[in-house]
């Protein structure tokens, strides 16, 4: 994964030092040497993340960090404070300003990358539900939708750790702001269901009695979990590598023993209030969709905002320069299907593969029913390998699994066409070749996933 990282430092060695990491890592670097320039930067640019040093002139890192977070054009930018002062007051005072996170120098490269992947990992798809939202308010009333981001206490925190001993230090000092429940010992019977309800989960990195990166990745893979940040309690040095491993996983954020009070306040804080604004972002969607862009057959996005968000996925993939890929899926012989069995049948089928569809594809993908028996996809920060693997899962997802039809289990297919953006595309162009690589699927005798390039 690439991404657009702004280094801001007044020291011209150290931004040509970090410059030459991020290089060799294939990120793309900007430079500033003020906190007034970093400012107009990511006003004026798309920044996927921001590295900032704390000690500067005129602006420090701080100021820069709190008015980046008060401009609504900026506040989803994450921001990393960089300093060599290692005292916990500078440490929360950074936090409490608004960044993500908070390296000392030097700064190795497994806790640089580590963060600097997760976090814009999680940006990308925030930035994915901002744009279905901002495309949502278009189509509905021309409005920009703007989710405003809570206080982030009162939350509702799951501490899942080894010891009760443990559990009640960690809960003593998350009560003070939120609600606290302690989960000790195995987690083979924490089902989803009891950690859905929840703003927060904080994991015990170095617990025995539980495999704690697989809990990680439980929740990620879960899809009613998957929105829930994770915050994962390391001791210093020794947890290096896991704590690197976790963020890979989907955690949120990390926090070293001895654990300090406030530390930990600040960063549930911060958690709470993300989870809040992505929530917030998702009740939105959920309530404006429905009124006039969802299928009310299917429950997948419609032909209009199909329309509407490739535009604004087009020119976001063009100024972030980044892959965007759209699919074209068509059931076979679907005609037959209805003129056999009737059209409560056909209409079964359909929503059966606009069910499979969505339980196949990455959060990030935009599955669309544009018209009887036809679907799209569109794929962003997906390149025409990416694309080929998730169109052929979609297909075999489709195949594999016979369908009850008159009483029967009938196999279905699906002839799978898809496109690559590339510098001349248009919406009609893009659109144009993902259809004609369909046709092309058909033509070679259908249930089989084509390319069609240039």
């Not at 709190?66 to 005072?93: E, S």
């Not at 199909?306 to 074209?328: G, M, P, Q, V």
């Not at 679907?334 to 069910?355: M, P, S, Y």
């Not at 959060?363 to 996809?377: K, S």
Request: charged share 30%; with cysteine; aromatic share 4%.
């Amino acid at each position: 994964m690439t991404a657009k990282i702004l280094v801001v430092d007044d020291q011209p060695i150290n931004l040509r030092l970090m410059q030459a990491r991020l290089r060799d890592e294939y990120f793309e670097v900007i430079l500033a040497t003020s906190g007034a320039e970093a400012i107009e930067i990511c006003r004026r640019e798309t920044v996927d993340l921001v590295l900032l040093d704390v000690m500067m002139p005129e602006m420090d890192g701080y100021e820069v960090c709190r008015r980046l977070k008060a401009d609504p054009a900026c506040r989803h930018i994450p921001v990393v404070l960089i300093t060599a002062l290692d005292d916990m007051r500078n440490r929360i005072t950074g936090l409490e300003a608004g960044a993500d996170d908070f390296l000392t120098k030097p700064v190795r490269d497994l806790p640089l990358f580590s963060r600097i992947r997760s976090l814009t990992r999680l940006k990308i798809l925030s930035d994915e539900m901002r744009t279905r939202a901002e495309t949502t308010m278009r189509v509905l009333a021309g409005n920009e939708a703007d989710a405003v981001a809570e206080s982030g206490t009162g939350g509702s925190v799951l501490v899942v750790v080894d010891s009760p001993a443990e559990g009640e230090r960690l809960s003593r000092i998350l009560r003070s702001e939120h609600t606290v429940r302690v989960h000790v010992g195995p987690v083979a019977d924490l089902e989803a269901a009891a950690i859905e309800p929840t703003d927060l989960l904080a994991i015990d990195l170095q617990a025995e009695s539980f495999d704690p990166l697989r809990l990680c990745s439980l929740v990620r893979s879960n899809e009613a979990t998957r929105p829930l940040p994770i915050l994962v309690l390391a001791s210093d040095g020794r947890d290096e590598t896991r704590i690197a491993k976790a963020l890979e996983l989907g955690a949120n954020d990390y926090i070293l023993r001895p654990v300090d009070r406030n530390e930990l306040l600040a960063r549930a804080r911060t958690q709470v209030k993300r989870r809040r604004y992505d929530e917030s972002l998702r009740r939105s969607l959920q309530q404006t969709i429905e009124l006039a862009t969802v299928d009310a057959l299917t429950g997948l996005s419609n032909r209009r905002f199909f329309e509407s968000h490739l535009t604004a996925s087009i020119a976001r993939a063009r100024t972030d320069a980044k892959d965007l890929s759209l699919l074209i899926a068509d059931i076979d012989h679907f005609k037959q299907i209805n003129d056999g069995w009737g059209h409560a049948v056909g209409d079964g089928v359909l929503r059966d593969v606009a069910a499979r569809t969505r339980d196949s594809l990455r959060a990030c993908d935009l599955a669309c029913r544009i018209g009887g028996e036809e679907f799209v996809v569109v794929m962003p920060d997906a390149d025409s390998e990416a694309a080929a693997a998730i169109a052929e899962r979609l297909r075999r997802v489709v195949a594999d699994q016979p369908f009850p039809i008159g009483g029967e289990m009938i196999s279905v297919t699906i002839s799978v066409g898809f496109s690559t953006l590339i510098a001349d595309d248009t919406d009609a162009t893009l659109t144009k070749r993902a259809d004609q690589a369909l046709y092309e699927a058909k033509r070679l005798g259908r249930n089989r996933v084509v390319l069609r390039a240039a």
